[in-house]
């Protein structure tokens, strides 16, 4: 009984925790008073820890010589010293390891950065704080010696506040321990099909705020009454605020081309608001209106672009400011093909999303992890919907609750970044997880957390179907709980040739949208041989051309679909010799950005359906 007693206390003790870096997560850096630390970093690869453990595997003291987050000074010749940062070491931030030396390229372990840097705050009673991006996947942040604060997930976003006490004027000693090694009990778990890019693979930024200021804020539309549809003549915009502290603070709200202007008086910390509006231009993927929104709060004004619309699910369809949508789709994972490497930057964004555009997509599926903010940004500015997920990916450890509080804790910190982004629509719990009780109870759970979160959008999860000669099911007991019935099916590739597509009949127990989160075949750009050659052009085409017409088919609930993928990406699970060397090849683009057959035929259904809406 006693140690079940301390298993538990500890638990709640990481949940504590896991909820404070939580609450702690500044939004929207970009907009406030930043100095960015990207650019060259030293680096020492740690392959047995040696810089974090003793020789007897204990953690060492905050002030060991021999701990890599600390740079004793040489004083004599025979001092030993056995580690050291050197330019000739270095890597770019952000960045992953893996793509900037071979040595890199299968790398899973510890590898510690180093920089330094100068700071002098404008006004002494100031907060500093820094930010990342992500670190993939547990970071360890140390300056000066002290020990900032630890994070875990490879892809969400968090921050630790600078005391006055450790920061220096001139060279600063910061250092960060990143780990990619993947465990049974982390998010996601040993078993995926990407690869595991290590390292600081997003930006590093101070920021400075006021003794008070805005942490984090909501600006959306009040969605409609059910069964009503929002008018834009005459509509409410409501959202919250929170302070990064108890105080009595007035903060004013604007959007300058609508004429409003705001006060809001916050006691406390956090407030809830809501302003009449007139006239509004509702954000979509044919107009994505963006307002410039400014939030002011004593000497700090933030500035954001907000896209106004309603989304919900209404009976079998999914409507986007009261009109049904069919989501023509395409999955995304973040990663640059043609340079082996995590995407990451504004122009990376443009690429990936620009080949969704010609595709002539309106939604883009961002797999299997939450991308970096450029693309939910410019998602928002090209007007293409997007579906954000969390890596609860496979075989979890669903009986696990630190599991659980390691899910949720992702899940809160995708839906704080990205919130205000107009093109988010459908927040996702999960792929291909296998039912049982114990992985229901536990992506219930996840759902529930979305929607208490954010009750503004569509949570789903991909689903998995299993094919029958007869009538495929889709009976998931996560249909019961998600808004959106999203299934990945793969008919002709993992089941059968895609012939068997024309007698393959489709049914869900469940009166919700029906959404295939996936389906695809491999092709190596180039290869011609037959239809039924696996690896051919000819194999998905035909692949591609048959589940069209089974799309076709569906029954009446069916609302679109997001192949996979839209480029080859690299996976250590794809070891055909001759066909894959490590890429997995269901894009429709392949990893030199050269177009697919299949791109073409796709393109033309989406023409099709684009028209078949548009009436």
Known sequence: MKRKKIVVFCLLIIIANNLMAQQN??????????????????????????????????????????????????????????????????????????????????????????????????NAANHLYIYFGAVNYKADVYLNGKKLGAHKGGFTPFNFEIADSILKPTGNFLVVKADNKRYADEVPTLNTDWWNYGGITRDVTLVEVPPVFVQDYTIQLQPAAAGKIIDPKNAVVEGTLKLNTASSQTVVIEIPELKIKNAVTVTGSEVSFKFPVKNIQLWSPKTPKLYEVLVSSGEEKIKDKIGLRTVKVEGKKILLNGKPVFLRGICIHEEIAQEVRRANSYADAAKLLGWAKELNCNMVRLAHYPHNENMTRMADSLGILVWSEIPVYWTIQFTNEEVLAKAKKQLAEMIMRDKNRASIIIWSVGNETPVSDARNLFMQNLIRT?????????????????????????????????????VNEYLGWYSGLPGSCRTAQWETVFNKPLFFSETGAEAQTGFFADSLTRFSEDYQMWYYREQIA???????????????????????????????????????????????????????YYDEMEKLYDK
């Open 25 to 122: 997560l500044i939004t929207n850096i970009q907009a406030r008073k930043t100095t960015s630390l990207n650019g060259i970093w030293n680096y020492i690869v740690d392959q047995y820890e040696t810089g974090f453990y003793d020789y007897r595997f204990k953690e060492r003291a905050p002030n060991d010589g021999e701990a890599y987050w600390n740079n004793p000074v040489q004083v004599n010749r025979w001092d030993r010293k056995e580690h050291g940062y050197n330019v000739k070491y270095s890597l770019k931030v952000p960045g992953d390891w893996n793509s900037q030396d071979p040595k890199f390229l299968y790398y899973e372990g510890t590898l510690w950065y180093q920089r330094t840097f100068d700071y002098k705050k404008q």
């Open 450 to 486: 979305a929607k208490q979160t954010d009750s503004t959008r569509i949570v789903s999860a991909a689903l998995e179907v299993h094919y029958n000669n007869g009538k495929n099911i889709i009976d998931d007991v996560l249909g019961n709980d998600a808004d959106l019935v999203s």
């Open 550 to 604: 089974m799309m076709k088919r569906m029954p009446d609930n069916y609302i679109g679909f997001s192949p996979w993928i839209l480029c080859d990406f690299k996976s250590p699970k794809r070891n055909n010799p001759i066909n894959q060397e490590g890429w997995n090849r269901k894009g429709v683009i392949d990893n030199e950005g050269r177009k697919k057959k299949s791109f073409y035929i796709l393109k033309a």
